[in-house]
């Protein structure tokens, strides 16, 4: 590693320690404003020299939804892989499986803000549908509890502003505040106009509270996306 000036320059090499023989290198140059993004392309080129069982988008991927367990991330996309095979054949035995994949990645890295977020919304999306638990009267207080405590974590955990204003969001539904959950909403896609996911929240939310006014503008921009 080499510092000249505003720039940093990176030689990475990958040796056989059996021959000595090199493998492959590389040479990086950047600003030195950009050392994070160095650092991320110089992981992800070695990725992609090992041969890495990871393919390196989902690499890329990881660090985008801010955990850098590659454990933890394994068990976020098993959870959302079990909630979309789930819903596809109406099994409630696969949400349950979902739901403690989601468990272990937020055991595997409690800062993962993203996998608190999403297995809150699971907890929302299964309520009084085939995936709840009609015999026990009790399971409803048992899944909004587990909702509150999922995104407050997540609230915590955010790894920026915009993030939080999300699960900040989430956190008024859980109280019926659709309104200002609906603020905030706002606020997020004006900073993250391309998040598809969220105008359908924002469709459905509007639709709630009787924003027809934002009903028609959050149809608009799922078109156009």
């Given at each position: 590693?080499?510092?000249?000036?505003?720039?940093?320059?990176?030689?990475?090499?990958?040796?056989?320690?059996?021959?000595?023989?090199?493998?492959?290198?590389?040479?990086?140059?950047?600003?030195?404003?950009?050392?994070?993004?160095?650092?991320?392309?110089?992981?992800?080129?070695?990725?992609?020299?090992?041969?890495?069982?990871?393919?390196?988008?989902?690499?890329?991927?990881?660090?985008?939804?801010?955990?850098?367990?590659?454990?933890?991330?394994?068990?976020?996309?098993?959870?959302?892989?079990?909630?979309?095979?789930?819903?596809?054949?109406?099994?409630?035995?696969?949400?349950?499986?979902?739901?403690?994949?989601?468990?272990?990645?937020?055991?595997l890295d409690p800062r993962f803000a993203r996998a608190h977020w999403e297995a809150a919304y699971m907890e929302l999306m299964t309520a009084n549908t085939i995936y709840a638990d009609t015999s026990d009267p009790a399971s409803?207080?048992?899944?909004?509890?587990?909702?509150?405590?999922?995104?407050?974590?997540?609230?915590?955990?955010?790894?920026?502003?915009?993030?939080?204003?999300?699960?900040?969001?989430?956190?008024?539904?859980?109280?019926?505040?659709?309104?200002?959950?609906?603020?905030?909403?706002?606020?997020?896609?004006?900073?993250?106009?391309?998040?598809?996911?969220?105008?359908?929240?924002?469709?459905?939310?509007?639709?709630?509270?009787?924003?027809?006014?934002?009903?028609?503008?959050?149809?608009?921009?799922?078109?156009?996306?």
């Amino acid at each position: 590693v080499r510092t000249e000036g505003d720039r940093i320059r990176v030689m990475a090499r990958l040796t056989d320690t059996r021959t000595g023989r090199e493998i492959w290198s590389e040479r990086f140059d950047r600003p030195a404003k950009d050392i994070i993004d160095l650092q991320e392309d110089v992981a992800f080129a070695i990725v992609r020299a090992l041969g890495s069982v990871m393919d390196p988008e989902r690499l890329r991927e990881m660090t985008r939804i801010g955990t850098r367990s590659v454990d933890a991330y394994r068990a976020w996309r098993k959870g959302r892989e079990l909630v979309e095979r789930a819903v596809t054949n109406s099994d409630p035995a696969l949400m349950d499986e979902a739901r403690a994949s989601y468990a272990r990645a937020q055991q595997l890295d409690p800062r993962f803000a993203r996998a608190h977020w999403e297995a809150a919304y699971m907890e929302l999306m299964t309520a009084n549908t085939i995936y709840a638990d009609t015999s026990d009267p009790a399971s409803d207080k048992r899944r909004r509890a587990r909702y509150i405590a999922n995104v407050e974590a997540a609230i915590d955990a955010a790894p920026t502003e915009t993030d939080r204003l999300l699960y900040r969001a989430a956190r008024e539904v859980a109280d019926l505040n659709y309104r200002e959950s609906i603020r905030l909403l706002q606020q997020y896609l004006a900073q993250r106009p391309r998040d598809e996911d969220i105008w359908y929240s924002l469709l459905e939310q509007a639709r709630i509270a009787e924003r027809y006014d934002l009903v028609e503008q959050a149809i608009g921009r799922i078109v156009e996306l």
